[in-house]
């Protein structure tokens, strides 16, 4: 069974740069026809789709995010991460990573909450 | 981008009853190999979404049969043949046929 889980800091101070990683198991990252992709959810809102990233390191990213956003593979350590810099309080949400298929994403992280503030 | 819209955004419903859930693209979501790029999500309270339904109305593995998926184009719904009380939560439709990925408004399915 896949199992993915995200980790890093949950607190991150206003105008520095929030780094998550997700942690894939039960499965190469590297195998597969798959993408790799982080969401956010707001506290009470929304699901927002942040990007993804093929298993060869290809990119997709949130047009309204794309200039602070960097998604990275690690297939050495069966992982993926998320850099987003310059957060404001806005980028305050859970943050989910998620593997995705030709039908639909079909294994997600439990989530984690990163908190922007100072 | 594609904006998705669903409707209700509020639905009480009482055990046993259907319920439906209307989920509207604004650009076709059929590719030229006949799928559409449309799939259904439940977030569940405190839990992280899980897939329901994909390319339009294929159930995911362990997926009740209750839960079905009709529409193409740019018109989908979600049906639920006979709501239980497990069914609550946020149910979130989603475009995939091309990035930026987008959802729905979300749809908060609740017990009468």
């Known amino acids: 069974q896949v199992q993915l889980q995200e980790s890093g800091p949950g607190l991150v101070k206003p105008s520095q740069t929030l780094s998550l990683t997700c942690t894939v198991s039960?499965?190469?990252?590297?195998?597969?026809?798959?993408?790799w992709s982080w969401i956010r959810q707001p506290a009470g809102k929304g699901l927002e789709w942040i990007g993804r990233?093929?298993?060869?390191?290809?990119?997709n990213y949130n047009p309204s995010l794309k200039s602070r956003l960097t998604i990275s593979i690690d297939s050495s350590k069966n992982q993926f991460s998320l850099n987003l810099t310059s957060v404001t309080a806005a980028d305050t949400a859970v943050y989910y990573c998620a593997r995705v298929r030709s039908g639909g994403y079909d294994y997600w992280g439990q989530g984690a909450l990163v908190t922007v503030s100072s | 981008d594609i904006v998705m819209t669903q409707s209700p955004l509020s639905l009480p419903v009482t055990p046993g009853e259907p319920a439906s859930i209307s989920c509207r693209s604004s650009q076709s979501l059929l590719q030229s190999n006949g799928y559409n790029y449309l799939d259904w999500y439940l977030q569940k309270p405190g839990q992280s979404p899980q897939l329901l339904i994909y390319l339009g109305s294929n159930r995911a593995s362990g997926v009740p049969d209750r839960f079905s998926g009709i529409g193409s184009g740019t018109d989908f719904t979600l049906n639920i043949s006979r709501v239980e009380a497990e069914d609550v939560g946020l149910y979130y439709c989603?475009?995939?046929?091309?990035?930026?990925?987008?959802f729905g408004q979300g749809t908060k399915l609740e017990i009468k």
């Open positions: 989603m475009q995939t046929l091309q990035t930026p990925h987008s």
């Open positions: 039960g499965g190469s990252i590297s195998s597969g026809s798959y993408f």
């Open positions: 990233i093929s298993t060869s390191g290809t990119t």
